[in-house]
């Protein structure tokens, strides 16, 4: 919500939750107008009709809600955040290892049964190689760390 405020101009107060369904709860209640959720929570209140989506932070419209514009369609082209995922080892593992445990991650998660749930779920994946995904970390925390720093956010213990 904080990038959308910045990138925007939205003037709102950013009520921060530690999870999907309590933010859905308010939001449902009336308690807050407006939640940023991720696609597998928010989904199920999407298909029921209880609530609206107004736009998807990715790159493109989610395959779920092909109707809902990305930010970027409504004239906000740096306005994408990404809610990911990834399995990360200590350095020292040894690259034969780390190959070994990418590909049964790879395996795992491509299974038609996995790949199923997710589609349900509205969840994207992506078959990242160790060296791309660590690629990936870099820009989204050359994105990210400066906001978290300016904003003084903490992760709560």
């Known amino acids: 919500m904080e990038m959308v405020k910045r990138r925007t101009g939205l003037e709102a107060t950013h009520v ?5 369904p309590s933010a859905m709860q308010d939001l449902l209640a009336g ?8 696609c597998a929570t928010g989904i199920p209140f ?12 990715s790159e493109a419209r989610a395959p779920r809600a092909p109707e809902v514009p990305t930010l970027r369609e409504l004239g ?21 290892i780390i190959a070994r445990l990418a590909e049964a991650l790879k395996a795992g ?13 509205g969840i994207e994946s992506t078959p990242w190689s ?7 970390v870099r820009r989204e925390n050359a994105e990210w760390r400066p906001l978290i720093r300016e904003l003084g ?3 709560d213990s």
Do not use: H, K
Not at 109 to 121: F, I, N, P, S
Not at 130 to 136: H, L
């Open 31 to 38: 308690n807050v107008d407006a939640v940023v959720i991720d």
């Open 46 to 57: 999407l298909t029921s009709g209880r609530a609206r989506a107004l736009c998807v932070f």
């Open 76 to 96: 906000f082209a740096g306005a994408v955040a990404y809610g990911w995922q990834g399995m990360s080892a200590p350095s020292a593992v040894p690259a034969p």
């Open 16 to 20: 921060p939750y530690r999870g999907g």
């Open 153 to 155: 956010i903490r992760l």
């Open 109 to 121: 998660v491509g299974a038609e049964d996995v790949q199923a749930r997710y589609r349900d779920l």
């Open 130 to 136: 160790p060296a791309e995904f660590q690629d990936f």
